[in-house]
């Protein structure tokens, strides 16, 4: 939605329509995805440990062909993408909390994103090179 | 430029009496840090994994040197922890667990079962072969 369309027919006061925003200005998205991903994390890390379990002690090639095998590769994706999201609004709390200059703040917000895309991606493309065998 | 208004501040931590959810508050927040930039050494292994022999090697090293343990035994502790406060988060987000003898329990609870958890994980881990 653009500012102007925003500004132009509404009813809303400019209070009214940036109340309870927050200092994200995304109301409680963050609120709610922090928690989506935290319960699908709970539920992820019992599998998780097993398949660190099943490598620990294992050379490069056994370890890839577990990280390889479909259940596995699933598994392991769903946790790093709920972990990559968790963690970005995470950080994006503290940073609010503690980085008062304006500048300073949105610079890490982006740095923080780029961060955590940057794992959730490597990641990932680690798994999908595993998976396909190459 | 006007001159700054000076306004109320609000009391920051000093002002308060140190209590036990206070303080699994800040551990909360700093094992989430931890554990951000912990993913580095997930990312790591799973690129060395799909990389080869040769790179999965150094990650070998690393995890079997003493200092590389540490952190990978501190590493599990902050996400056992993490985990069980963040449990006990969603508790109360669903509006339980706020009298004074609850939200003890639970704290206590997310303190010793995190530590609890830790261990239990590293002794299967070497029964299994990690201590090779």
């Known amino acids: ?134 | 430029m006007t001159a700054r208004i000076e306004r109320p501040l609000s009391p920051h931590l000093q002002v308060y009496r140190v209590t036990l959810t206070m303080a699994l508050s800040v551990v909360h927040r700093a094992t989430g840090i931890a554990l951000y930039f912990g993913t580095l050494l997930l990312a790591w292994w799973l690129i060395a994994a799909a990389s080869g022999p040769a790179a999965y090697s150094h990650v070998q090293a690393f995890t079997g040197s003493f200092i590389g343990r540490l952190i990978v035994f501190g590493y599990t502790w902050a996400l056992m922890h993490h985990l069980l406060s963040g449990i006990r988060h969603f508790v109360w987000d669903l509006g339980y667990g706020f009298k004074a003898n609850e939200r003890e329990a639970l704290t206590w609870g997310a303190l010793l079962g995190g530590i609890a958890l830790t261990l239990l994980i590293w002794i299967i881990a070497y029964a299994i072969g990690g201590g090779r």
């Open chain 1, 1 to 134: 939605m653009s500012a102007t369309e925003t500004t132009k027919r509404s009813m809303r006061t400019p209070l009214g329509r940036v109340h309870n925003l927050g200092a994200a200005h995304s109301g409680t998205s963050d609120f709610w995805r922090q928690r989506l991903t935290g319960v699908a994390m709970t539920l992820l890390i019992i599998p998780v440990l097993v398949v660190v379990m099943m490598l620990i002690g294992r050379n490069q090639a056994g370890a890839a062909q577990i990280l390889g095998s479909l259940p596995i590769a699933v598994i392991l994706l769903l946790f790093i993408f709920a972990s990559a999201w968790h963690m970005k609004i995470g950080m994006q709390v503290v940073i609010e909390d503690y980085v008062h200059s304006e500048k300073l703040k949105l610079a890490s917000i982006m740095l923080n994103n780029f961060f955590s895309i940057a794992v959730a991606l490597a990641s990932t493309y680690a798994i999908l090179k595993l998976s396909s065998g190459v």
